[in-house]
């Protein structure tokens, strides 16, 4: 597993940091982004997606459960939060949409994690007061059979 640390110190101010991702990514298509309610991640993703050329409105899928966007690459943008058990990501094609080749970032990912058969890059936000963030990002690879936890 590789780690790295990224701090930032505004919101607003996640650019940099979305850049350092995607470099730190490589090649990696799935990341997941793990924290509180309000610690930012829709807000990195809408960053990553303006470096990846996406012209759209990126938006919470929290209703929605998936939106997929088109730039200079196409991105799923996915939320778990409404998401009960591994069953219903089945029902909505989360393994199509994994094995598209398209970047995918999820956010409370935990639930789908029986699906994450590939390397995938973690994003932990650590909140701290105001609007100082720490990310933990780490590239982990999920190749280990999972299948029994599906239901």
């Given at each position: 597993?590789?780690q790295?640390?990224?701090?930032?110190?505004?919101?607003?101010a996640?650019?940099e940091?979305?850049?350092?991702?995607?470099?730190?990514?490589?090649?990696?298509?799935?990341?997941?982004?793990?924290?509180?309610?309000?610690?930012?991640k829709t807000t990195?993703i809408?960053?990553?997606?303006k470096?990846?050329?996406?012209?759209d409105v990126?938006?919470?899928?929290?209703?929605?459960?998936?939106?997929h966007?088109?730039?200079?690459?196409?991105?799923?943008h996915?939320?778990?939060?409404?998401?009960?058990k591994?069953s219903?990501?089945a029902?909505?094609?989360?393994e199509?949409?994994?094995?598209?080749?398209?970047?995918?970032?999820i956010?409370?990912?935990?639930?789908?994690?029986?699906?994450?058969?590939r390397?995938l890059?973690?994003?932990?936000?650590?909140v701290f007061?105001?609007?100082?963030r720490?990310?933990?990002?780490?590239k982990?690879?999920?190749?280990?059979?999972k299948i029994m936890?599906?239901?």
């Amino acid at each position: 597993m590789t780690q790295t640390v990224l701090t930032c110190s505004r919101l607003d101010a996640l650019d940099e940091s979305a850049k350092k991702i995607l470099d730190f990514a490589g090649d990696i298509k799935l990341f997941t982004f793990v924290g509180e309610l309000g610690a930012g991640k829709t807000t990195l993703i809408q960053h990553i997606c303006k470096i990846l050329g996406i012209k759209d409105v990126v938006s919470s899928p929290t209703f929605s459960i998936i939106h997929h966007y088109y730039g200079k690459e196409s991105v799923y943008h996915i939320d778990f939060y409404r998401i009960n058990k591994p069953s219903e990501l089945a029902d909505l094609g989360i393994e199509e949409i994994l094995d598209s080749g398209d970047k995918c970032f999820i956010e409370w990912p935990e639930i789908g994690e029986v699906f994450y058969q590939r390397e995938l890059l973690r994003i932990v936000f650590k909140v701290f007061p105001g609007e100082k963030r720490v990310l933990e990002l780490s590239k982990e690879k999920q190749f280990e059979n999972k299948i029994m936890k599906k239901s």
